[in-house]
């Protein structure tokens, strides 16, 4: 007989990533250990461990000798994220990830530092682009058209009363 059940997450193991459930409308049996499914799992992989406690829906089979972890079920205690149709990643420690499709609109809210490593070039292409705090670049910056500093413009900013030759001006003002 194949049955889907509901359980609490009692073990975990992680390689191969596999769990065992507490079935409590089976009188608080212990599942076989059941494999976890996932969305990829070969060169390109998809890895998001259910934790102990996580409310999970199995697919029993066998006669209850062995089962497949179907993933991690939404309930009233454990209940979703977000409102509507959209896609949302809430991490252990607070740090979000959503995408609304109505707005086009993706957020990120990172509860601690975000680091991007490529091998190759980085392009980002927006309208416009602000950042808020303070910046370091190590290494040459490359502006193509003009800067503005401190309301100041870099191309069109001129001083006047310049001689030729090594005379130096004051900064900016």
Known sequence: MTQVVYGLVENIEYAPLRIQATLPDMDGMLSPWA???????QTAKSYDPPVKGEQ???LMYDDGESALCLGSVM???DNSPADGHQYTKVFDDGTRIDYDPNTSVLSINAVGAINV???GDVTVT???AA????VTINGKATITDDAVIGGISFINHKHGGV???GSK???PS
């Open 75 to 77: 309930s009233d205690v």
């Open 163 to 165: 001689r030729s030759g």
């Open 56 to 58: 999970v829906a199995i």
């Open 131 to 134: 950042i808020n705090n303070d």
């Open 35 to 41: 494999l976890v499914l996932c969305s990829r799992s």
């Open 169 to 171: 001006t004051q900064p």
């Open 126 to 128: 927006a309208n416009h």
């Open 117 to 119: 490593v490529c091998a």
